[in-house]
């Protein structure tokens, strides 16, 4: 008999609305792998069990009282990541200087408890969100299930490994540079990141590149679907504001894409660099796919110019100050964290303007490039897995981050656009390790995405290969 924890989250709703799984059990579930699992894989800062077991609880009143229009998910655990506010839950947004309890939800994760999901907690993430690999000073580093000795990215790097690792169904991530892309590429998941404006990033996450969204992690394409209905929304006073789908996410991963034109390239954008043998692999299967599918694949020109990268990292560094640190705390911050800040503190309010307005041409620019396409494959990263403690590099924070450029220089410039994307784990190393590859859609485009990416996995299924620690 299957556990729990390998049915989708889509087949746990199922069984919850037909009164054959009650949502305290599979809370419970998720709460005992957590406690035996969890810092093996640094997926959770903060566990909440009497929070997800009250919040379970109201959910299954919500069944038992029925009949009820329920959403797609409910009942189903979802833990937040540790960057987001859940009012009475610590917040440490991955820093020893920080801890605060939140008297207000963000609105995704008020969108979360609206649809019926319950918060096992707050997963892992680097410091403040910078780096493409999460390992902090508050908890064990996030580690892909499919090899320990290896990072499961960042900075959604706990929401990753919590997923893959069987200690969530599902899980809220956010992206502003590929930080859902990257964890799901090397812990072999689905990652969405939406359109901008798709998710409200309300009240209070808005930003100076507007680089930053919410978006979904989990084990297949509908699951995914279904979380990014459920979160996404807008809030009042929100800059951006996607417009409603005809439908919802979850029905388009049903339907047929029918014929789409696809372009490819895997010429690295953000980082003169190879890419690894074992990702082209990914990249060619891929293509190879899509093709025999009798989609229209084609080879083009990556639609960047190099000098949008040096725009994106003034950007960067002075969204490495807008946290607020007292003076004497500054030098308990990580050394790449300082490093960003100091650099931050270097760019005028001049020369932020001409970066962000830079961005926003390039990414007029690289739309109008890649309009004639319904898609655009590239791979997710130049290289598999990396090792933990493999980037960081304390002793030389530039460094550091020169190799976060060279393991990750296709995924920052979607941010840029604000187009949807999305990894897939199409392909592993023949070691073992997930490789993702990096669907892209036209703006606000998530349905053709997901209907491309849903036949992609019909084709060639994963779910069923799962991690040693499942």
């Known amino acids: 008999m299957a556990a729990v924890h390998d049915l989708t989250a889509l087949e746990q709703a199922g069984a919850v609305r037909r009164r054959e799984l009650s949502p305290v059990e599979l809370t419970e579930h998720y709460l005992r792998r957590i ?100 390992e902090n000073a508050v908890a064990p580093p996030a580690r892909t299930p499919w090899d320990l000795t290896r990072s499961a990215g960042g900075s959604s790097g706990g929401a990753a490994a919590a997923v893959a690792a069987g200690l969530a ?62 979160m996404a929304g807008g809030f009042p006073g929100d800059p951006f504001e996607a417009p409603r789908p005809p439908e919802p996410f979850r029905a388009a991963a049903d339907r047929d894409p029918g014929r789409l034109r696809v372009g490819r390239f895997r010429i690295p954008v953000i980082a003169d660099t190879e890419v690894h043998p074992d990702c082209v692999a990914a990249y060619e299967r891929a293509s190879e796919l899509l093709a025999d599918l009798g989609h229209d694949v084609e080879d083009v020109a990556p639609p960047f110019r190099s000098e949008v990268v040096p725009m994106f990292e003034r950007v960067w560094s002075v ?42 041409q390039a990414s007029r620019r690289a739309i109008a490039a890649s309009s004639s396409y319904d898609v655009v494959l590239t791979p997710t990263l130049a290289q598999p897995p990396a090792l933990v403690g493999g980037i960081r590099d304390d002793a030389d924070p530039a460094g550091d981050f020169a190799r976060q450029k060279e393991f990750t220089p296709f995924t920052a410039p ?10 897939l784990p199409l392909h592993h190393t ?26 992609l996995e019909r084709a060639r299924p994963w779910l069923g290969r799962v991690p040693p620690v499942w």
Not at 415 to 423: E, F, K, L, M, R
Request: one cysteine or more; aromatic letters at 4%.
């Open 35 to 134: 406690e035996r699992l969890g810092d093996v894989v640094g997926a959770y800062i903060t566990v909440t069990p009497e929070l997800a077991l009250d919040q379970a609880r109201a959910a299954e009143r919500a069944v038992l009282d029925g009949p009820a229009d329920l959403g797609p998910l409910h009942g189903v655990p979802v833990p937040v990541k540790d960057l987001n506010n859940v009012a009475g839950v610590r917040l440490t947004a991955g820093s020893a200087v920080v801890e605060v309890v939140p008297d207000l939800d963000d609105h995704v994760v008020i969108r979360l408890r609206e649809g019926g999901t319950v918060c096992l907690g707050k997963t892992n993430t680097p410091e403040f969100g910078l780096p493409c690999y999460t």
């Open 169 to 230: 169904p599902l899980a809220q991530g956010s992206d502003g540079g590929g930080s859902i892309r990257i964890p799901a590429s090397v812990c072999g998941l689905v990652g969405i990141k939406p359109s901008r404006g798709r998710v409200s990033t309300g009240p209070l996450g808005y930003s100076v590149g507007d680089l930053g969204v919410q978006g979904p992690l989990a084990r297949t394409v509908r699951d995914a679907a279904a979380l990014l209905d459920v």
């Open 414 to 423: 979607y941010n840029v656009t604000g187009q949807p994307a999305v990894s």
């Open 319 to 360: 969204l490495a100050l807008l946290n607020p640190i007292r003076p004497e705390n500054e030098p308990r911050l990580r050394p790449l964290t300082r490093w960003l800040r100091d650099r931050g503190r270097e760019v005028d309010g001049l020369g932020l303007a001409q970066a962000v307005s830079f961005m926003r």
């Open 430 to 455: 023949g070691g073992g390790l997930p490789v993702g590859v990096q669907l892209v859609g036209r703006p606000y485009g998530e349905a053709t995405l997901i209907a491309l990416a849903a036949q």
